[in-house]
């Protein structure tokens, strides 16, 4: 729907206009009462996710990712010194290779886990920081007297009206109202 410039401010649908024939020629609906009813809206998504809201928390996962690059280096150095007592006749090269094996396969299990926990920690951050950014915009909505163009903008995709009153409307942001975890 298209917004008129006339002074009684609505919305109409501007594909119908060379179109008698479709169901929405001459559909209207005022301004005011779109955005009373979208705001309404918005209202009741927020008023039913306010029983389910969970406390945002963050994860230990950057401890656990530290002590991974501790054991990292301290392998690392261990592997070194293994080096360093081959090369200055300590041991021979047999026991040098088989320790150097084990050592290289407890570094390549270290690299791995703390591949995978790196990765485990890059999602927990997103999800905490989607589930930050939903908080804002809900406390912004709950706060609010009316819908306002910048918070319309943020939430709204598109608003479809039809014949029968019924309105749909397309959030931009689909799983905002899904309950937080």
């Given at each position: 729907?298209?917004?008129?410039?006339?002074?009684?401010?609505?919305?109409?649908?501007?594909?119908?206009e060379?179109?008698?024939?479709?169901?929405?020629?001459?559909?209207?609906?005022?301004?005011e009462?779109?955005?009373?009813?979208?705001?309404?809206?918005?209202?009741?998504h927020i008023?039913?996710?306010s029983?389910?809201?969970?406390?945002?928390?963050?994860?230990?996962?950057?401890?656990?990712?530290?002590?991974?690059?501790?054991?990292?280096?301290?392998?690392q150095e261990e592997?070194?010194?293994?080096?360093?007592?081959?090369?200055?006749?300590?041991?021979?090269?047999?026991?040098?290779?088989?320790?150097?094996?084990?050592?290289?396969?407890?570094?390549?299990?270290t690299?791995?886990?703390?591949?995978?926990?790196?990765?485990?920690?890059?999602?927990?951050?997103e999800?905490?920081?989607?589930q930050?950014?939903?908080?804002?915009?809900?406390?912004?909505v709950?706060?609010?007297?009316a819908?306002?163009?910048?918070?319309?903008?943020?939430?709204?995709d598109k608003?479809?009206?039809?014949p029968d009153s019924?309105?749909?409307?397309?959030f931009?942001m689909?799983?905002?109202?899904?309950?937080?975890?």
């Amino acid at each position: 729907m298209s917004r008129s410039s006339s002074k009684n401010k609505y919305y109409y649908c501007r594909f119908s206009e060379p179109d008698e024939t479709l169901s929405c020629h001459g559909l209207r609906i005022q301004t005011e009462q779109l955005e009373k009813i979208i705001f309404d809206v918005l209202k009741k998504h927020i008023d039913l996710m306010s029983d389910n809201e969970k406390a945002i928390c963050k994860t230990g996962a950057t401890s656990v990712t530290s002590e991974c690059e501790e054991q990292i280096s301290a392998l690392q150095e261990e592997k070194m010194r293994l080096y360093e007592r081959y090369v200055g006749g300590e041991i021979d090269a047999a026991q040098y290779s088989a320790e150097k094996s084990n050592l290289d396969a407890v570094l390549l299990k270290t690299k791995s886990a703390h591949a995978a926990l790196t990765a485990e920690a890059k999602q927990a951050q997103e999800k905490h920081d989607e589930q930050v950014q939903r908080q804002s915009i809900i406390r912004e909505v709950r706060d609010a007297d009316a819908i306002t163009p910048a918070l319309a903008d943020e939430l709204i995709d598109k608003v479809y009206v039809f014949p029968d009153s019924t309105i749909k409307i397309a959030f931009s942001m689909p799983n905002l109202f899904e309950a937080l975890v």
